[in-house]
């Protein structure tokens, strides 16, 4: 059971703005960075964000991301449909000395 | 091309073994630390086991403790997952994945364990 949760789906139109969150504890996403992952099934999940808010080379800049106490969040400022697809995000867990996944949040443009 | 590939999945009774391995291509392998993660029918990412750059150090999600072991080749660009005493469970696809900020992700090779 993963400790990191997220809402099942979320959903928009084209060119609306999306939002998904993560919520933690102290232990992980209160203490340490989070990554956020995008992955069309059948495909190999892609790293979207990184240390809270920083988007690899060739991530369009519509993806962003934060962190604030607790609980984390990435939005899509102008969802396409290429969007559509489960985003995850992630954390380092120091009592694992493993990575911890959040529940994952369907997208459907 | 950097990329990661995996193989050796297959179908498997429960209580059998499995190998897993994952050629990486187009970065140095032994400067990273390297993970599994699996995906089960209908769930989440699921982070596996990672081990260090040399393989002094290993670490395992509590499900899979004693039964999976992760180890690696430099040499051979090869990262590999032992699967034994498996169960229905563990029915997945397993990703190799480059453990620095899981950056790069292998397509991933599918599991099936059957009881």
């Known amino acids: 059971q993963s400790v990191l949760t997220q809402p099942p789906s979320a959903s928009g139109t084209p060119g609306q703005r999306v939002t998904i969150s993560c919520s933690g504890s102290s232990s992980n996403i209160g203490s340490i960075t989070v990554n956020w992952y995008q992955h069309v099934p059948g495909t190999a999940p892609k790293l979207l964000i990184n240390d809270d808010n920083r988007r690899p080379s060739g991530v369009p800049d519509r993806f962003s991301g934060s962190r604030s106490g607790t609980s984390a969040s990435l939005a899509i400022s102008a969802l396409q449909s290429e969007d559509e697809a489960d985003y995850y995000c992630a954390a380092w867990h120091d009592s694992l000395n493993g990575y911890v996944f959040g529940t994952g949040t369907k997208v459907t443009v | 091309e950097v990329q990661l590939v995996e193989s050796g999945g297959g179908l498997v009774q429960s209580g059998g073994s499995l190998r897993l391995s994952c050629a990486a291509s187009?970065?140095?392998?032994?400067?990273?630390?390297m993970s599994w993660v699996r995906q089960a029918p209908g769930k989440g990412l699921e982070w596996v086991a990672n081990i260090k750059q040399d393989g002094s150090e290993r670490y395992y999600v509590d499900s899979v403790k004693g039964r999976l072991t992760i180890s690696r080749d430099n040499a051979r660009n090869l990262v590999y997952l032992q699967m034994n005493s498996l169960r229905a469970e563990d029915t997945a696809v397993y990703h190799c994945?480059?453990?620095?900020?899981?950056?790069?992700w292998g397509r991933g090779t599918l599991v099936t364990v059957s009881s």
């Open positions: 187009g970065f140095t392998l032994s400067d990273y630390w």
């Open positions: 994945v480059r453990a620095w900020q899981f950056d790069l």
